[in-house]
């Protein structure tokens, strides 16, 4: 693994409290998310969903009626917001996920905003 892409620190999970004893990987996810996620109160939920894990970054609704993702943190946390994503509030009818996953060496956001 490519050392430039560890980011050195406590090893504390941002804002949980859990230290895990070793260097945290920041990742940063990119998700474009098709079918009916507008109107259905989609982005609220990922904010709720994307909050207590820690997750920084912002959920808008696009013009072709998709809604994006884009979150860093640790890949643990990034994996279960994806999957709650796949899935989507009662209201909503997830159809087509595209996905993207990078490393961030260092985070962009400080907050998870809704766009």
Same mark, same amino acid.
């Given at each position: 693994?490519?050392?430039?892409?560890?980011? @050195?620190?406590?090893?504390?999970?941002?804002?949980?409290?859990? &230290?895990?004893?070793?260097?945290?990987?920041?990742?940063?996810?990119?998700?474009?998310?098709?079918?009916?996620?507008?109107?259905?109160?989609?982005?609220?939920?990922?904010?709720?969903?994307?909050?207590?894990?820690?997750?920084?970054?912002?959920?808008?609704?696009?013009?072709?009626?998709?809604? @994006?993702?884009?979150?860093? %943190?640790?890949?643990?946390?990034?994996?279960?917001? @994806? %999957?709650?994503?796949?899935?989507?509030? %009662?209201?909503?009818?997830?159809?087509?996920? @595209?996905?993207?996953?990078?490393?961030?060496?260092?985070? &962009?956001?400080?907050?998870?905003?809704?766009?």
């Amino acid at each position: 693994m490519d050392s430039s892409r560890i980011q @050195e620190g406590s090893g504390e999970v941002r804002g949980l409290g859990i &230290s895990s004893g070793a260097s945290t990987v920041f990742q940063r996810l990119t998700l474009r998310i098709a079918g009916r996620v507008q109107g259905v109160g989609f982005r609220w939920f990922v904010h709720r969903q994307a909050q207590p894990l820690g997750v920084t970054g912002y959920v808008r609704n696009c013009a072709d009626g998709s809604v @994006e993702v884009v979150a860093e %943190g640790d890949g643990a946390a990034l994996d279960r917001l @994806e %999957g709650l994503c796949r899935q989507g509030p %009662g209201t909503a009818r997830v159809t087509k996920v @595209e996905r993207d996953v990078e490393s961030a060496p260092q985070r &962009s956001f400080d907050s998870f905003d809704i766009g």
